[in-house]
C-alpha cells in the first residue's frame, strides 16, 4: 500500500468514486453521522431503518456502507448474493461491544418465555438471538405490537430502553449499556449554551440519558431530528446526537441556527469515533479492491434475518 499512497493524493477521489461506483455497479449507503464530504458522495444518506430498507430494495450488484459494522452486517443479511463493502473494518459500536452474543444468552436464559427486542445496533449473532429487531425510529411500534402479557428484554442500549418504558407504559428489563457519543453531553455545559441561546429549542436522540431528555423539547430519531428541524417555524437549534447530522440539517434548512449539544470534556468527545473511521480515500480504495468484504455464515445470515424481516414488515 505504501506504493499507492503517493498516488492517492494526485487523484480527483469524487470522480474517482463516482466512476468505480458505475463500474462496479455499486449502490453508496451512508449514515447521517459520517464526514460530509461522505455524506456528500453517497447514493443514500439516512438512519439505520433509512439504510436497512434502502439495503432491501437494491438491485446493485456491490454494497459500499459507510457506517459502522453492524450495519453493514444487516445489509448483508438482507442481500447475501451481494458484495457488501466496508471502508474500515474497525468501524464498531459501543453499544454492540457491550453486548456479547454470550452474555447475551445467559441474560435471555434467567427468563424463559420473555420476549426480546433488540437495538439494532448490536451484532448479527445477537440479531440471531433476538425475537425482534428494532430502530429509534420504529422502537415504540415495536414494543407496541408485543402481547401485554408478555415481559420484554430490551438489549442492548438501557437509556432507549427507558425512554420506550416511559412512552409506552410497558415494563421491560433492561439490558446495561450505553453509547459512548450519547452519554457525552454535559448538562451543566448545556445550561450554559442555553443562556446564551435563550430561543433554541433542544432536540435529543433517545439514547441520551434521562436528565437530558427530560430538557429536551422535541425527541426522536435521527431522521426524526431533521425532519423536525426542516419543518418546525423555530428558528435556533440546539441538537443532542452526533454533529455528523447537521451538515444535512443546513442542507435542508439553510437560513436556520444549528448548535451541537456540548460534551462534558474539552474534546471532539460528541463524535463518534468508529464512524469517523471511514475516510473518502478509504472509500476509494474499498471501491477499487473490493475489498474489505462482510461475510458471514449462511446458518447465522438465516437466523438472523427473522427478527429483522419482522421489524422490517411493522415499516
Not at 3 to 14: E, G, Q
Not at 36 to 57: K, P, T, W
Not at 194 to 214: F, S, Y
Request: with cysteine; net charge negative.
Amino acid at each position: 500500500m505504501s506504493a499507492a499512497a503517493p498516488s492517492l493524493a494526485s487523484l480527483d477521489l469524487d470522480a474517482e468514486i463516482r466512476r468505480l461506483k458505475r463500474e462496479r455497479n455499486a449502490v453508496f449507503l451512508a449514515h447521517y453521522y459520517q464526514e460530509s464530504e461522505i455524506q456528500d458522495l453517497a447514493d443514500v444518506i439516512g438512519d439505520s431503518l433509512q439504510l436497512a430498507q434502502a439495503a432491501q430494495r437494491t438491485q446493485a450488484d456491490v454494497i459500499l456502507f459507510a457506517g459502522v459494522a453492524f450495519m453493514a452486517e444487516t445489509a448483508k443479511i438482507l442481500n447475501p448474493e451481494r458484495i457488501v463493502l466496508v471502508p474500515d473494518m474497525k468501524a464498531g459500536c459501543s453499544l454492540a461491544d457491550g453486548c456479547p452474543a454470550d452474555r447475551f444468552r445467559a441474560w435471555k436464559a434467567r427468563f424463559p418465555g420473555a420476549v426480546t427486542v433488540s437495538y439494532i445496533n448490536c451484532s448479527a449473532e445477537v440479531k440471531a438471538e433476538s425475537d425482534w429487531i428494532c430502530t429509534s425510529s420504529n422502537a415504540e411500534k415495536v414494543i407496541r405490537a408485543i402481547p401485554e402479557d408478555k415481559l420484554i428484554l430490551f438489549a442492548p442500549d438501557k437509556n432507549l430502553g427507558r425512554y420506550l418504558m416511559k412512552k409506552t407504559g410497558r415494563e421491560m428489563k433492561l439490558w446495561p449499556g450505553s453509547c459512548i457519543v450519547h452519554e457525552t453531553f454535559s448538562l451543566r455545559k448545556l445550561e450554559a449554551l442555553r443562556l446564551e441561546h435563550p430561543e433554541a429549542v433542544l432536540i435529543a436522540h433517545p439514547e441520551c440519558e434521562e436528565p437530558l431528555l427530560e430538557q429536551a423539547a422535541f425527541i426522536g430519531s435521527t431522521a426524526a431530528l431533521l425532519n423536525f428541524v426542516e419543518k418546525s417555524p423555530e428558528q435556533t437549534f440546539i441538537v443532542a446526537t452526533e454533529p455528523g447530522i447537521l451538515h444535512q440539517m443546513q442542507k435542508r434548512a439553510p437560513a436556520k441556527t444549528l448548535i451541537a449539544a456540548p460534551p462534558e470534556a474539552n474534546c471532539a468527545c460528541n463524535e463518534c469515533p468508529f464512524m469517523r473511521l471511514n475516510t473518502p480515500e478509504k472509500v476509494y480504495l474499498a471501491l477499487r479492491d473490493l475489498e474489505p468484504r462482510l461475510e458471514m455464515s449462511e446458518e447465522l445470515r438465516l437466523r438472523a434475518k427473522v427478527p429483522i424481516d419482522r421489524m422490517l414488515s411493522l415499516s
